[in-house]
């Protein structure tokens, strides 16, 4: 309890101090953007939304898939359902962080292909900019290009650093001619960390697309970090590698950061999500150039006790909050 009381007033006081360096910081996944979902209804995603708010959360990250939008060559239709989530969220002054992806079988092998060619490049950036289009009214400014370039189960056959790079040296562009004002960021990269090629490790991947020529068109650097220990022991660490490849000026945007409470492998407990959490909310504050934490994911995507993908909420499958998400809302 003195630890716990302890990082709570450190939040409180990290919260005055470093409120005007970071207009989003703190975020959390959805996946409204997967309306397919039966516990992705209209009534659900309200629910959902209402908590993010009574939370404190400032920012939704979520995703308006290119397959759903553009069904038939150059027609370009928006689900209701992702009107709908993100109306939602700004009427709760909730920031929305739309991920634009993955390819599209009208002008790839299927929606995981990577973008290899200039004519699949040149579609993609059509897709991104009727979304930017359509969604500038609704006062949406935040974009990622793609999720995971860096592992083949989303770039597939094999990732390829110059090749993404390409993409976003014609994406970039493309979006800011609809919307100069519209923020993107770039890279969105898995750990990879001690998997084999064609897997490529975030590091390796972020410096590769940079040395490329992708540095040039973005204007945040996003990653992802699954560690499941004390975040003492590496964020400070994964920081300084990655500010040695992209500089001290460059905006950081950890846009994946996850602790499943399954019970098996890593065999994290609730209360251990609650401290790894909150301990790296408030490390994360200590660095001006890290202006987004965003949480994976807001609520358990199933009730399987054994499957990690299911438990990485910080409300249980049937809303119920764990921990972790009480000390968000404190």
Not at 68 to 89: L, M, R, S, W
Not at 169 to 178: G, Q
Request: with cysteine; net charge negative.
């Amino acid at each position: 309890m003195r630890f716990l009381f302890f990082y709570l007033i450190l939040f409180n006081l990290s919260a005055l101090l470093f409120a005007q360096d970071a207009p989003i910081f703190f975020g959390v996944q959805t996946h409204f953007g997967q309306f397919y979902r039966a516990d992705m209804d209209s009534n659900s995603v309200k629910l959902m939304l209402d908590s993010v708010k009574q939370a404190g959360i400032r920012c939704i990250r979520d995703e308006a898939y290119w397959s759903d939008i553009e069904t038939q060559k150059g027609v370009f239709n928006f689900p209701p359902a992702i009107d709908f989530y993100v109306k939602e969220a700004k009427k709760r002054n909730i920031e929305v962080l739309l991920i634009l992806d993955y390819n599209n079988k009208l002008y790839a092998d299927h929606s995981s292909s990577g973008v290899a060619s200039d004519s699949n490049r040149a579609a993609f950036a059509r897709y991104c900019q009727e979304v930017v289009r359509h969604f500038k009214p609704m006062g949406v400014k935040y974009y990622e290009i793609w999720n995971e370039p860096n592992i083949p189960v989303f770039w597939d056959p094999a990732p390829d650093a110059s090749l993404y790079a390409e993409l976003l040296k014609t994406v970039y562009p493309a979006i800011k001619e609809i919307d100069s004002t519209a923020f993107v960021m770039a890279c969105a990269t898995s750990p990879a960390e001690g998997e084999p090629s064609p897997f490529i490790n975030w590091l390796d991947f972020i410096k590769q697309v940079i040395n490329a020529g992708g540095g040039e068109n973005m204007d945040g650097v996003s990653f992802h970090l699954y560690r499941f220990n004390s975040p003492e022991t590496y964020l400070f660490q994964d920081i300084d590698h990655l500010q040695k490849i992209v500089g001290s000026d460059k905006p950081l945007f950890l846009t994946e950061f996850g602790l499943p409470t399954s019970s098996v492998w890593p065999n994290i407990s609730y209360q251990q999500q609650a401290q790894y959490f909150s301990r790296l909310l408030l490390l994360g504050r200590t660095v001006p150039q890290l202006k987004l934490i965003s949480y994976y994911d807001l609520k358990d995507d199933g009730e399987d006790p054994s499957n990690n993908e299911h438990n990485f909420g910080l409300i249980a499958f049937d809303y119920k909050p764990k921990p972790a998400f009480l000390f968000y809302k404190m």
